[in-house]
């Protein structure tokens, strides 16, 4: 029936009146109020709704709830043009009560488009958060398991390990990893040392010599 552009909605492309509004309200459109009939719809009036429009004007139109025969529905007020045919009633600018009513509605819809954006932007932040938290957890779960597995193992593995490392495609051995060796050896050595002299000593004897009364 009526072809427009809805200025920042359906990505400004051409859709049907109908179509729009539908799709925007939820209920049916019924078709046109005649701007020279208004009084007369005023019985079944709810309230009046003002699109900005790019097509076929520039400008504002009035879609208005109405509730008729039992049933709910939007019509668009039209006025006569030269010929039989209407068009729609476009307002180039609000005035009053309507410019207020807008820009309400302005200030409403940006509030819940920064809401819904925030909340966005706090599931993400939670979501890594989370992610982060995973890998801490994983990556010291292998460090206690890497630490737990150097503890179990030989020192002299621990140092080959160590040399082919750091040293891969070395043929002469560091000096570095012979004063380790012989640390180790003297380190066994001492250990064994200390061990025997322990090993070698006799337990002091308990011995009771005499036994009181009371005591």
């Given at each position: 029936m009526f072809r427009i552009i809805l200025k920042n909605k359906f990505k400004e492309r051409k859709i049907d009146l109908s179509i729009a509004t539908r799709v925007m309200y939820h209920q049916k459109f019924t078709g046109?109020?005649?701007?020279?009939?208004?009084?007369?719809?005023?019985?079944?009036?709810?309230?009046?709704i003002m699109l900005e429009i790019l097509?076929?004007?520039?400008?504002?139109i009035t879609?208005?709830?109405?509730?008729?025969?039992?049933?709910?529905?939007?019509r668009v007020i039209t006025v006569a043009t030269s010929s039989?045919?209407?068009?729609?009633?476009?307002?180039k600018q609000l005035y009053g009560e309507e410019v207020q009513y807008e820009q309400k509605k302005q200030k409403t819809l940006e509030k819940y488009r920064d809401r819904k954006k925030n909340s966005k932007t706090s599931d993400t932040e939670k979501m890594l958060g989370k992610r982060r938290?995973?890998?801490?957890?994983?990556?010291?779960?292998?460090?206690?398991?890497?630490l737990y597995t150097r503890?179990?193992?030989k020192p002299e593995d621990i140092l080959?390990?160590?040399?082919?490392?750091?040293?891969?495609?070395?043929?002469?051995?560091?000096?570095?990893y012979m004063k380790i060796t012989r640390l180790f050896k003297r380190l066994d050595i001492q250990g064994n040392a200390w061990y025997n002299i322990n090993q070698l000593e006799e337990?002091?004897?308990?011995?009771?010599?005499?036994?009181?009364?009371?005591n």
């Open positions: 046109s109020i005649q701007s020279e009939h208004i009084k007369w719809w005023k019985r079944y009036w709810i309230k009046p097509y076929p004007k520039k400008g504002w879609l208005v709830k109405i509730f008729r025969e039992g049933k709910p529905s939007i039989s045919k209407r068009e729609l009633l476009v307002h938290q995973i890998m801490e957890e994983k990556n010291v779960n292998e460090s206690i398991n890497d503890v179990k193992s080959q390990e160590w040399l082919e490392r750091d040293y891969p495609d070395t043929k002469a051995v560091p000096t570095k337990p002091i004897p308990f011995v009771v010599d005499t036994i009181e009364k009371g």
